[in-house]
């Protein structure tokens, strides 16, 4: 089944202590990327990456880090969480990247800082 | 500030009543996409429309573009309890850019 997972679903940890939400794709695509999701602001990209080795900020990247070292993975990571961190994460997948393609969200990571 | 601004925010209706959500912007779009996310699941595409004026139909849903690419509209004729969710539009203001909206929650009750 094509899919794009995340983990873990739920998180709550506290402030500083570092974390990787890992993401997933077995639809050999090359775009891959990070949102968040809070009330009233829709989703807002984090990070994105065109492909391996590639990668770039979106809207709201700061204190946050990615990596891409195989097609299929791209962690989310966060060095030092603060509670304005605490937010629904979702990854996301494309095979072009472009505006128009079609993009696969995982499942949702909803991560609670304290 | 939102780039995309939908209304209503909150939609509650009976099943078999009509409902159309939209989604405004002061910028141009290349492509306008709507989006459909379920409570504990990531949002899953319903269209695509690329065209300004173009209008496209999935079953009981219609979705415009306006002529000017700066505005969508998302219609529902005859909802149904499995139409509840929230609907997401999200804008291509560039080749690989998409910035969402933030959303309206549609419910459907029986």
């Known amino acids: 089944e094509a899919q794009v997972t995340q983990n873990p679903r739920y998180l709550i940890t506290v402030t500083g202590k570092k974390l990787t939400v890992t993401c997933s794709q077995n639809m050999n695509h090359e775009y891959m990327s990070w949102y968040r999701q809070d009330p009233g602001l829709g989703l807002r990209q984090i990070y994105y990456s065109m492909n391996v080795e590639v990668t770039d900020k979106g809207d709201v990247p700061e204190g946050y880090k990615v990596s891409r070292k195989e097609k299929r993975n791209f962690p989310l990571i966060l060095e030092s969480p603060s509670p304005n961190q605490t937010s629904l994460y979702f990854c996301?997948?494309?095979?072009?990247?472009?505006?128009?393609?079609?993009?696969?969200f995982g499942p949702g990571t909803r991560l609670t800082v304290l | 500030t939102q780039l995309l601004e939908q209304s209503p925010q909150f939609l509650s209706i009976q099943e078999g009543e009509n409902l159309t959500v939209y989604c405004n912007s002061s910028s141009v779009f290349s492509s306008l996409q709507w989006y459909r996310q379920e409570p504990g699941e990531g949002p899953v595409l319903l269209v695509t429309?690329?065209?300004?004026?173009e209008v496209k139909k999935l079953k009981r849903l219609t979705f415009q573009f306006g002529d000017a690419r700066k505005d969508s509209s998302l219609h529902i004729t005859a909802a149904q309890p499995g139409d509840t969710g929230l609907y997401l539009c999200?804008?291509?203001?560039?080749?690989?850019?998409?910035?969402f909206g933030a959303g309206t929650t549609v419910t459907v009750r029986a």
């Open positions: 999200a804008g291509g203001s560039n080749d690989y850019k998409l910035s």
């Open positions: 429309v690329v065209t300004g004026g």
């Open positions: 996301a997948s494309s095979l072009g990247g472009r505006s128009y393609n079609e993009q696969f």
